[in-house]
């Protein structure tokens, strides 16, 4: 009588295994994925520097925890201030190389040679979207414009042919050049 109860739960078991589900084993997991989750290539791929910042910093600072940004560059940002690729320039005081980080994950050390300072993130105000709808105000009309830089001087150099204007990050007050 005591085997009978021993077998009873590996019966019970081997009897739920075989009434599992098979059509979702039969998916590979790249097709799992796909279902689960909706294309978002926009979201993904195509945003603004300040939104994309924060997947660069944080490969930044498996490089070196001190690591800190010192340029932000883009090239054929969208009249809404998205680029399909933002590359992100950190420095640290312990290297005497840069890391360069892009916004669709690829990074590599370059010289720091060209690289002035560091950008003091919280007075980092102004975004992308914002810094180009500043510029709009002063004249900037055709997109997408050739290229966007924040440097360490807490500028937007927006060049376009339109000419090149200039707003600061912090405030948004806009010159052209």
């Known amino acids: 009588m005591m085997k009978r109860f021993k077998l009873f739960p590996l019966l019970l078991l ?9 059509a979702l084993n039969a998916l590979p997991p790249a ?10 290539n926009q979201t993904r ?15 930044a600072r498996r490089w070196d925890f001190g690591a800190r ?17 933002w590359n992100y320039y950190f420095t640290s ?11 669709n994950g690829f990074q590599e050390e370059v010289s720091d040679a060209f690289l002035s ?3 003091f993130e919280s007075s980092w105000r102004i975004d992308s979207d914002k810094a180009l709808t500043a510029a709009k105000e002063k004249g900037l009309k055709h997109f997408p ?4 830089e924040l440097d360490s001087f807490l500028r937007w150099e927006i060049r376009s042919s ?12 806009v010159s052209v050049r």
């Open 31 to 40: 097709n799992l994925q796909a279902q689960s989750s909706p294309k978002t």
């Open 45 to 59: 791929f195509l945003d603004t520097a300040q939104r994309a910042y924060r997947l660069a910093d944080m490969q």
């Open 93 to 103: 005081l312990g290297k005497n190389k840069a890391l360069k980080v892009s916004s």
């Open 117 to 119: 300072g560091m950008i």
């Open 69 to 85: 940004l010192a340029k932000v560059e883009a090239n054929w940002v969208e009249e809404d201030g998205r680029s399909f690729e």
């Open 145 to 148: 414009v050739h290229s966007m």
């Open 162 to 173: 339109d000419g090149w204007f200039t707003v600061d990050a912090r405030s948004g007050t």
């Open 14 to 22: 081997l009897s739920l295994s075989a009434c599992q589900n098979t």
